[in-house]
Each structure stands twice: as C-alpha cells, then as structure tokens.
C-alpha cells in the first residue's frame, strides 16, 4: 500500500490564481480530512468528508473548497489563492471505527 | 467547544534522563487523546490513544501516556530519552460523542541532549 500520498510537494503560487492539491489514499478508509499547519498554530482541520459525497468543514474552511466524489481521492481547492494561505498542507484518512490517522507527506504552498 | 493546550514550546531533556511533554484538553463529553510525532519534513505519525480503560496507555517507540481526568490532563511520558526521540510532538483530542472532528494541539518540540 501507498498509504496516503499528496501531490504537488511544493507549490508557488501569485495571489489570485487558483490551484487543486491532490490527496489520494489506497486504504479504502472511509474518513479523509485536510489540515493546515503553521508556526505556533499546530493543525488545524479544513474540511474533512466522513464518505464519498459527505463533506463537512473544520476549523478554518474558507478560501477552500473541498468534494469527494469517490473513496479514494480528496482533492483541495484553493480559488483565489492569498498570502494567508501559505502554509503546509496535510491531508489525513481513517478507517471508520478506528481512531488512528495516517498522514500524507505534506504539501508546503507558498503564495506571494 | 474542544480544545487542546500543549503549555511547552520546548522540552529539552539529557539522553537516558525521563522525559514528560505535557498535554491538557477540554471537551463536553469524554474525551478520545491522541499523541503524534511529527520528524523533519513528514507527516504526522500516530502514537498512542486514549479511548477507555486503564488510565496509563503505552504506544510505539516505548512510549506511555497518563489519563488524569480530574485535572484533565493527557502528558506524554518515556522513562529513557534517546537522540532519536527529537522531534515535534501533537496532542490531540476527539469528542467521543460522534463529531469526526479531531482538535490539535500547537506541538511541543522534544530536544534530546546527548
């Protein structure tokens, strides 16, 4: 197994342009979530899906938008990218009824 | 509302000495605990739950955590530090009563000394 994988590892982007970061996982776990990590924040929750076609948002969901169209993908949408959003990005997944995350790699955005 | 509070940036501890990162949480229900650690440029890994039962929970890499729910508190234990337990360490906390929604720490970074 892969596990959970994230594409692009690093990204530029110019304040306004719009971008999709790729989460993809080969667990068949149903739960998939995204999180932010910045200095002195830790993680906080985006959006999380609990299914296919099941989206709901965390903590800090705008300027993202989320969907889930199968078990395996959980794509994130930045339209109109800002310099807030510059951050690293995780995306996670869990088997329902288990309570143990398993992390991708990361995705560390820039936006200027 | 759920919250976490890692109150150390910072844990610097000798090689072999015992180590403590310090966790304390507040939910409206009983809560399910979590620790991570996070090495330079990965993921988080997962370490150890707290779901029910005995409040001592041993996890991976020869670490225990304590359960105290009279003040709260969910600290991260290891009776002998190594080098390669530097790393950034994640509290984390789920309300057991049905959200999915799982609330992180700010992470304490564990600085072990050789």
């Known amino acids: 197994n892969a596990g959970v994988t994230q594409t692009p590892k690093f990204q530029v982007l110019k304040t306004g342009q719009s971008m999709t970061l790729q989460c993809a996982q080969d667990m068949n776990h149903e739960y998939m979530s995204w999180y932010r990590q910045d200095p002195g924040m830790g993680l906080r929750l985006i959006h999380y899906?609990?299914?296919?076609?099941?989206?709901d948002q965390g903590e800090v969901p705008n300027g993202y938008n989320v969907s889930r169209s199968t078990t395996e993908d959980f794509p994130l949408r930045l339209l109109s990218a800002a310099p807030s959003q510059t951050s690293v990005y995780f995306c996670?997944?869990?088997?329902?009824?288990?309570?143990?995350?398993?992390f991708g790699p990361g995705t560390r955005l820039t936006v200027t | 509302a759920q919250s976490v509070a890692q109150p150390e940036d910072q844990v610097n501890v000798a090689e072999g000495n015992p180590l403590t990162v310090k966790c304390t949480y507040s939910?409206?229900?009983?809560?399910?605990l979590f620790w991570y650690v996070q090495y330079p440029n990965r993921g988080l890994q997962f370490l150890l739950k707290y779901i029910t039962g005995d409040n001592l929970v041993k996890g991976s890499y020869g670490f225990e955590a304590e359960f105290n729910k009279s003040q709260t508190s969910f600290h991260l234990k290891k009776p002998s530090a190594l080098v390669s337990d530097s790393a950034l360490y994640f509290c984390a906390v789920r309300d057991a009563s049905g959200t999915y929604k799982y609330i992180f720490g700010t992470g304490t970074r564990l600085k072990v000394l050789a």
């Open positions: 899906s609990v299914g296919a076609g099941i989206t």
């Open positions: 996670a997944s869990k088997k329902e009824g288990s309570n143990e995350q398993y």
């Open positions: 939910v409206s229900g009983n809560p399910y």
